[in-house]
């Protein structure tokens, strides 16, 4: 995050008079006399408030004050007294946009691939099963022929439980990999969405409004010796 070193202006919400000076007397009819007084001084706010540059990302560069309220404009609480550069912010909102739309689209491609792969692979496990219970019903029918055929039968059950398995872990292992990689999109969709809303927080931010009623005083910037401005 990033803050602009200068400040905006000050809200001068209540106003008093100071100074010292003399008094004049005015006659105004025969029975009534009234006394004017003069007086110099400066203006003092009872109360400032400050209105600073809002928080932003680095990523939207250094957006630069465009429209700044005029000194002595007496204004309410809401009304605009400032406006903010959002060019970056409004091409990364573009973007970020742009990526959340593509990444929903990828997940919901991933969804119906993974779906597809899954049902290929359990139909393969079923035939995997389907020749191990072949296999173990001719094995119990050589049981009493000669031992080659036996051996052969056997031979073959084992051959066939060796290929369920490798086909029951083939499901498995893909159902896994499947999972964590739905996970792995959705963390970045979900991250893409903070980003999406941060770049429309910031916008509304880039809209400086009056906290307070009151009177606008740009404040003085030590750096460069002179008043906020434009830029």
Same mark, same amino acid.
Request: hydrophobic fraction near 40%.
């Given at each position: 995050?990033?803050?602009?070193?200068?400040?905006?202006?000050?809200?001068?919400?209540?106003?008093?008079?100071?100074?010292?000076?003399?008094?004049?007397?005015?006659?105004?009819?025969?029975?009534?006399?009234? =006394?004017?007084?003069?007086?110099?001084?400066?203006?003092?706010?009872? =109360?400032?408030?400050?209105?600073?540059?809002?928080?932003?990302?680095?990523?939207? *560069?250094?957006?630069?004050?465009?429209?700044?309220?005029? $000194?002595?404009?007496?204004?309410?609480? *809401?009304?605009? @007294?400032?406006?903010?550069?959002?060019? $970056?912010?409004?091409?990364?909102?573009?973007?970020?946009?742009?990526?959340?739309?593509?990444?929903?689209?990828?997940?919901?491609?991933?969804?119906?691939?993974?779906?597809?792969?899954?049902?290929?692979?359990?139909?393969?496990?079923?035939?995997?099963?389907? =020749?191990?219970?072949?296999?173990?019903?001719?094995?119990?029918?050589?049981?009493?022929?000669?031992?080659?055929?036996?051996?052969?039968?056997?031979?073959?059950?084992?051959?066939?439980?060796?290929?369920?398995?490798?086909?029951?872990?083939? @499901?498995?292992?893909? =159902?896994?990999?499947?999972?964590?990689?739905?996970?792995?999109?959705?963390?970045?969709?979900?991250?893409?969405?903070?980003? @999406? $809303?941060?770049?429309?927080?910031?916008?509304?931010?880039?809209?400086?409004?009056?906290?307070?009623?009151?009177?606008?005083?740009?404040?003085?910037?030590?750096?460069?010796?002179?008043?906020?401005?434009? *830029?």
């Amino acid at each position: 995050m990033n803050i602009l070193k200068a400040g905006l202006f000050l809200l001068l919400v209540c106003l008093i008079i100071a100074g010292c000076g003399g008094e004049d007397d005015k006659l105004t009819s025969e029975d009534e006399q009234v =006394r004017l007084f003069t007086e110099s001084g400066e203006l003092m706010a009872v =109360r400032n408030t400050a209105v600073i540059m809002p928080r932003f990302r680095r990523s939207y *560069g250094e957006p630069q004050i465009t429209w700044l309220e005029d $000194e002595g404009t007496v204004v309410e609480a *809401g009304d605009t @007294v400032a406006l903010i550069d959002a060019a $970056e912010v409004l091409k990364a909102l573009e973007n970020k946009e742009s990526e959340l739309a593509i990444s929903m689209a990828d997940l919901s491609n991933s969804k119906i691939s993974q779906a597809v792969e899954i049902h290929k692979l359990e139909s393969d496990l079923k035939h995997a099963l389907s =020749r191990l219970s072949q296999a173990e019903i001719d094995t119990q029918r050589v049981a009493y022929e000669s031992v080659s055929r036996k051996e052969s039968a056997l031979l073959k059950l084992e051959s066939e439980k060796i290929s369920y398995q490798k086909a029951r872990r083939k @499901v498995e292992s893909t =159902r896994l990999l499947q999972e964590q990689d739905l996970i792995i999109q959705r963390i970045r969709i979900n991250q893409t969405r903070r980003d @999406v $809303e941060v770049a429309k927080q910031t916008l509304e931010s880039f809209i400086i409004r009056a906290p307070a009623p009151g009177m606008i005083v740009h404040s003085w910037n030590r750096s460069t010796r002179s008043k906020v401005q434009l *830029g």
